[in-house]
């Protein structure tokens, strides 16, 4: 992915050099619980960034992944949706790139390990809307990338397109990028643009990081090495 030949308004880059339970990097980040109450915090250790263990106790289920192996059935979407999320404070432009790194060990297919970079993200106490691309943690056929509009209470979210494949999953030492310029979305993979759609709900917020709930004690199997964002107004 290209960068726009302009100056940024505003980046940010960071490695995560220091343990912190949550991340704060000086208080340049809100966290999902800390901060947004309903959800939960990013964590980092080592060098990487990951998400604490998740309040629900059941294993993610939805019907549009009831072909995904592990975890799915038919019905309703099932679980509390508190996923860990960490979002920039301050004020941004409104024309976002993210970039990160991807940690994985141990994949599994029992649960739905997620590395999720978030767009025009807005925290408050239960409150947070903004949009997150992201990308399965899972080399296999059972991979997938989506785009999520979160809307502002917890588990009040839109999914806004779905992919599913083996070319969707990702593992260690891959590159996730992710844009939003006015009002279209796009993923990439190591370079690749893997998918994109447009909406026009949110029009401001800061970027961010998160991953998904509901993944047991494999939440410290998975997260981000390094992230890098550019806004642009």
Known sequence: MELPKKTPVRSYKTEFKKNETPISEGGLWLNGRKDGIDWCDVLVKDGV???EVSRNQVAERRAEQATLGAGAAT???VGDYDDPTAVLTGQWGPNQYGKVKVFSRNQTDKYFQEVQIRL????KPKFCNGYEV???VLDSDAGYAEIVRWNGPVGGWT?????IGKKFGVKDGDIIEASIVGNVI??????????SVVDDNIKSG???IGFNFGVGTT?????????EVHTYD
């Open 219 to 227: 939440n410290a199997d998975h997260g981000v090495r390094t992230f």
């Open 75 to 77: 019905g309703a979407a």
């Open 120 to 123: 025009r993200h807005n925290m």
């Open 49 to 51: 960034a990951f998400g």
């Open 206 to 208: 800061a970027p961010g």
């Open 159 to 163: 999914s806004l397109k779905k992919l």
């Open 186 to 195: 796009t993923g990439y993979l190591n370079g690749a643009e893997m998918i």
């Open 134 to 136: 992201f990308f399965r």
